[in-house]
């Protein structure tokens, strides 16, 4: 068994255009804030020990959603940015900055069909990111993004 490419995809595809929104929105996070340097190394600070177990647990409604919207940022943040795999500017021009795929396309130098394949698996990289900083964190309220393949005989 390994990952649904297509349906992973979709899947991200869906909630960058609705869920995230909704989770910067209630986080209070500003779209200003989504490429600032200090979310760039918030991923720093991974080992959360039982009082911090314990105060994530406690966290009033307000904070509890800014917890989640950064847990969303740090998994986007956290995703590869190589010269041929770009995966993280990929998604953030298309899904944050609101680019167009030909706009992404001449800044990156890329083809279309190498966009459609870096976003795809872009979308995979993602979900899998997600995937960990949500347990990672204990954010187990946000969506797993990860369809599993079937097999179909």
């Known amino acids: 068994m390994g990952i649904d490419d297509i349906e992973t995809t979709k ?12 989770y910067v929105q209630q986080g209070g996070i500003h779209p200003n804030q989504l490429s600032s340097p200090q979310l760039d190394g918030i991923s ?6 039982g009082l911090e ?14 917890y989640l919207a950064t847990t969303i940022l740090i998994a986007l943040f956290d995703c590869s940015d190589f010269e041929y795999e770009r995966h993280k500017t990929i998604m953030h021009r298309l899904f944050v900055k609101h680019m167009t795929q ?19 698996l872009g979308c ?15 954010a187990t309220e946000l969506p797993n993004l990860i369809v599993e393949k079937t097999n179909d005989i």
Do not use: G, P
């Open 102 to 120: 030909e706009q992404v396309c001449i800044s990156l130098n890329f083809s279309q069909y190498q966009l459609r394949k870096q976003l795809t």
């Open 11 to 22: 899947n991200v595809k869906s909630f960058f255009e609705s869920d995230f929104w909704h």
């Open 44 to 49: 720093a600070h991974t080992n959360i020990n």
């Open 53 to 66: 177990s314990s105060l994530i647990n406690q966290m009033n409604k307000a904070d509890r959603a800014q």
């Open 124 to 138: 995979i990289e993602f979900a899998e990111r997600l995937n960990y900083w949500r347990i990672k964190r204990d």
